[in-house]
Nanobody, 122 residues
């Protein structure tokens, strides 16, 4: 089992940057694939990025490819989402998730953080 806590959300102007962090508890962090998802008001939760256990393989949603970077540090039990060139449509609650498969489908992730709000003003 793993517990996840996100941090780093906030208000940023369009074109700006923000870095989200997710701290995981437990000794099994390195056995999980880690992902970031987001959910805007009135919309379904959507995939943002994911990274495999070693950090050597990543996947991104087309909407964020080239602007967001996911990374992890297994020694520190953390996963980071660096976001740049932010757009108002990136506004959402961002969730960190842990799962067993490198996949865009949120249903394969069994553990979730509480979320952190990201607001991008125009």
């Amino acid at each position: 089992q793993v517990q996840l806590v996100e941090s780093g959300g906030g208000l940023v102007q369009a074109g700006g940057s923000l870095t989200l962090s997710c701290a995981a508890s437990g000794r099994t962090f390195s056995t999980y694939v880690m992902g970031w998802f987001r959910q805007a008001p009135g919309k379904e939760r959507e995939f943002v990025a994911a990274i495999n256990r070693s950090g050597g393989s990543t996947r991104y949603a087309d909407l964020v490819k080239g602007r967001f970077t996911i990374s992890r540090d297994n020694a520190k039990n953390t996963v980071v989402l660096q976001m740049s060139s932010l757009k108002p449509e990136d506004t959402a609650v961002y969730y960190c998730a842990a799962g067993l498969y490198l996949h865009y489908n949120y249903s394969v992730y069994g553990y979730w953080g509480q979320g952190t709000q990201v607001t991008v003003s125009s």
